[in-house]
């Protein structure tokens, strides 16, 4: 009985602590990632990078430990192999992209240390169309979508019943302009976010600030 009993508190203790590299197996390649999970967290959330970036992200891993101090645990992944990342095209092939994010999903969904928690997508760029396309087939907590490529997602904005924040620079009128008319075709529980001063980077004094802390505001009350 106490075997028993002490085992349980060390699965247990692993999974409140959990910090650290992981390898995702997706279609006979491993994709590497950064899995942390605070202490009594309430969700994980997975990200989607943009194309030409990855795992190390400044910005994401930003946002990313800002979610943290929300409770909530993150998953940073690279999306595509180095070898994958190489060809130009991989980057935007949307479908690839989705068909990862799904499987990293259930790679998440299938482990006894996190199998508990809802999970939500945050994507940038074109990994916010592969959020959506993959919220679309594999139903999750909460979307957000930080300066998103949204119009490549445009056949399955109705399919998605996951609560979904856009959050879009106002200096960056093309993308400002595409989530508009995506957002109008959203029948899910949304919000539009516009942060004054920012461009598609969000690279402007306080700007990224306002992106984590309206993200951990989201994800929070939908987690």
């Not at 508190?9 to 006979?28: L, N, T, W």
């Not at 967290?41 to 997975?46: I, P, R």
């Not at 240390?113 to 679309?136: C, D, I, N, P, V």
């Not at 995506?182 to 942060?195: H, R």
Request: with cysteine.
């Amino acid at each position: 009985m106490t075997a028993v009993t002490i085992t349980h508190c060390e699965v247990e203790y692993r999974r409140i602590m959990e910090s650290g590299e992981v390898a995702i197996p997706v279609g006979g390649v491993q994709l590497e990632g950064n899995l942390e999970v605070p202490q009594e967290a309430t969700g994980v959330v997975l990200f989607a990078h943009g194309s030409g970036s990855s795992r190390k992200s400044p910005r994401n891993n930003f946002v990313a430990e800002r979610l943290r101090e929300f409770g909530l645990g993150t998953l940073l992944f690279d999306l595509l192999t180095e070898a994958e990342d190489t060809v130009y095209e991989n980057r935007f092939d949307i479908e690839l992209l989705t068909d990862r994010l799904v499987a990293a999903t259930e790679w998440v969904e299938n482990r006894a240390e996190t199998a508990e928690y809802q999970l939500g997508y945050f994507g940038s760029s074109t990994g916010a169309a592969a959020a959506l396309r993959a919220a679309a087939r594999h139903p999750v907590g909460a979307v957000v979508s930080r300066g998103g490529r949204v119009d490549l997602a445009t056949a399955v904005l109705d399919e998605i019943s996951a609560p979904t924040l856009f959050i879009v620079g106002a200096e960056d009128t093309q993308v400002l302009e595409l989530n508009r008319e995506a957002y109008a075709q959203l029948s899910c529980e949304k919000e539009f976010e516009i942060v004054a001063g920012a461009g598609h980077l969000f690279s402007e004094p306080g700007t990224l600030e306002t992106v984590a802390n309206v993200t951990g505001d989201w994800f929070a009350s939908n987690l």
